[in-house]
């Protein structure tokens, strides 16, 4: 029985390819060769990238580096991590990262539920008003007085509070929260859950994609900021963070020192590596994390883009 379905199946594939026309066989032709080609230059920047922080400096300085390193090192990377100051960058953007985008997606999600309910009165005022926020802001000099006034210099919350609700992400959870079926907001009601009970059981499960969405656009937002560490907390090194000692390492391998020692010390590592294979490196150690968190959230990223874009 199964030798006869098997059959029946590849007789209806092969009279499903024979009845293509020779127009459709060119355009699946083209559509492959598209994505083969987009796919290349897509991949081929980061491999170069990747060749260049492992290729030697003196030779790098050559050019004609593709997808593999002319001559292999790891001096480049050895350079990097000899400052002290990068283990605790590192440390401090993890957990601003972590804490940073879990704060994020709890108050937003939050103001995005109550956005979402009918009975708010509220509700269009306040959405004009986030809405106003993501094209007309106070500036640098207000931001930083607002800061001190505040008394976020040269503390950790200086990253975590100024970032807790953005008007983007707001209206990206709740355009899918608008796209749920009210019905499961009222029989919860008549089950006797109250607001909070609905928003934590009955919303937040189904708004995965919204989530993970916004989840990455913070993520992402938290570990590559650097300038906000070099306004409020520059001066304190236990609140320093990685990228901004990689940028504090970029610079001091295009400037020169202050003092004699700090010159000497300069002058043996640029005698070891270029800026050019230190850009590369850089680059690579800031990507990585993220192309390792990417996988886990791209099943619900287009999802939740598409969603936030088609509401408003």
């Not at 029946?8 to 459709?24: E, F, I, Q, T, V």
């Not at 919303?203 to 590559?224: D, E, H, M, R």
Request: proline share 4%; glycine share 6%.
């Amino acid at each position: 029985m199964g030798t006869v379905k098997s059959t029946a199946s590849a007789g209806r594939m092969k009279s499903k390819l024979k009845s293509k026309s020779p127009l459709d066989r060119i355009l699946e032709v083209f559509v492959y060769l598209s994505m083969i080609v987009v796919t290349v230059l897509t991949i081929y920047p980061f491999l170069n990238v990747l060749a260049i922080s492992f290729n030697d400096s003196v030779d790098t300085v050559r050019g004609g580096i593709t997808i593999w390193p002319r001559q292999f090192t790891l001096r480049n990377y050895e350079m990097i991590f000899s400052f002290s100051g990068l283990i605790t960058g590192f440390k401090i953007s993890v957990l601003r990262t972590v804490i940073g985008t879990l704060a994020g997606l709890i108050s937003g999600s939050m103001l995005a539920y109550t956005l979402a309910r009918r009975e708010f009165q509220a509700r269009k005022f306040i959405s004009t008003f986030l809405a106003i926020t993501m094209y007309v802001s106070g500036g640098l000099i207000p931001g930083f007085i607002l800061m001190k006034d505040l008394h976020l210099i040269n503390t950790f919350a200086v990253y975590i509070l100024p970032g807790l609700v953005s008007a983007f992400n707001v209206f990206v959870i709740r355009s899918f929260i608008d796209g749920l079926p009210y019905a499961l907001q009222e029989s919860a009601k008549l089950d006797g859950a109250n607001d909070f009970t609905i928003y934590w059981r009955v919303i937040l499960p189904l708004c995965k994609p919204a989530l993970a969405t916004v989840a990455l656009f913070l993520a992402v937002g938290q570990w590559n900021s650097w300038f906000d560490t070099y306004l409020f907390n520059g001066s304190n090194e236990s609140l320093t963070t990685l990228q901004y000692e990689l940028m504090k390492i970029l610079q001091s391998t295009t400037t020169s020192a202050t003092n004699s020692q700090d010159a000497a010390n300069m002058a043996q590592r640029m005698a070891q590596v270029s800026p050019e294979s230190v850009k590369m490196a850089i680059t690579i150690i800031v990507t990585v994390p993220i192309l390792v968190v990417y996988p886990f959230l791209q099943k619900y990223f287009v999802k939740g883009m598409t969603l936030g874009a088609v509401k408003s």
